[in-house]
């Protein structure tokens, strides 16, 4: 009697302590812009998967600065490909670039804004020269994507040095996002992707601008084995859907 208890406890016991050997907690760096699709993706491939992820978000400059001084992450999600670039002269991956999907860009102006939103920028010049801009958010160009194409499309105006006075420089197009919904900001330059959010749509208007950009992974020098199966989740068509859900465009999709 006591040796079939003692297999009958094993048989329950054996199969959880294989799904505590076999699951693994994935590092995930993704860019900033992606802090509303991310946590739905990962939802749907922890429904199908023992693994878990923990993300950081930032500037994906910032991102890419701190794997190179060894962050141990497991994959980058950047929405500039300069960024993996970096990392691959680095020799920091393993593996190549995906190309997931692309982000396009948007003006942007909330409730309080009185600002003319045109793909030219025209009611921007015209606001900066009659002296009525308030202030206008992009994030750093210096490291951030979406602060790179909102200079380059504000420089093409010709409007970059003249709003020098006006402009807020934001850590991430998350921050942007943050100043942009502040009384004293006209308007930014943002992910539209933003605009899926209904509880963002509500607070401003908005038009896209011309410009978008390529959003990029890849599997980082160190990365656990477990990474895998996560990548090939996001280019499956599954994932693609829920990209589409939050305005980007999939341009990798694989097995359902």
């Not at 600065?65 to 960024?83: K, R």
């Not at 942009?180 to 959010?197: C, E, F, H, K, R």
Request: hydrophobic content about 45%.
């Amino acid at each position: 009697m006591m040796i079939k208890r003692v297999i009958k406890i094993l048989v329950c016991i054996l199969p959880l302590l294989s799904m505590g050997v076999s699951a693994d907690i994935l590092r995930v760096a993704a860019a900033a812009n992606l802090r509303f699709v991310m946590p739905e993706l990962i939802k749907a491939y922890e429904l199908s998967s023992e693994d878990k992820i923990n993300v950081t978000y930032g500037a994906s400059g910032n991102l890419a600065t701190q794997i190179i001084h060894g962050a141990p992450y497991d994959v980058f999600f950047s929405a500039d490909p300069f960024y993996i670039q970096i990392l691959i002269k680095q020799q920091k991956h393993r593996g190549q670039r995906i190309d997931y999907a692309h982000s396009e860009i948007m003006l942007f102006a909330n409730q309080h804004s009185s600002l003319t939103l045109d793909i030219e920028l025209q009611g921007l010049k015209q606001a900066i020269e009659q002296n009525r801009l308030g202030k206008f958010a992009i994030a750093n160009p210096k490291h951030a994507p979406y602060g790179k194409l909102a200079q380059k499309l504000l420089t093409e105006a010709n409007l970059w040095e003249v709003i020098q006075p006006e402009l807020l420089l934001a850590e991430s197009a998350s921050q942007t996002l943050q100043f942009a919904l502040a009384s004293n900001v006209d308007g930014a330059i943002l992910p539209y992707p933003y605009m899926t959010q209904e509880k963002i749509k509500q607070q401003g208007r908005y038009i896209k601008l011309a410009g978008e950009l390529s959003q990029q992974l890849i599997i980082l020098k160190d990365a656990s084995t477990s990474v895998e199966p996560f990548i090939n989740f996001i280019t499956s068509e599954s994932a693609g859907k829920i990209l589409i859900k939050h305005g980007y465009i999939p341009v990798t999709i694989s097995n359902p």
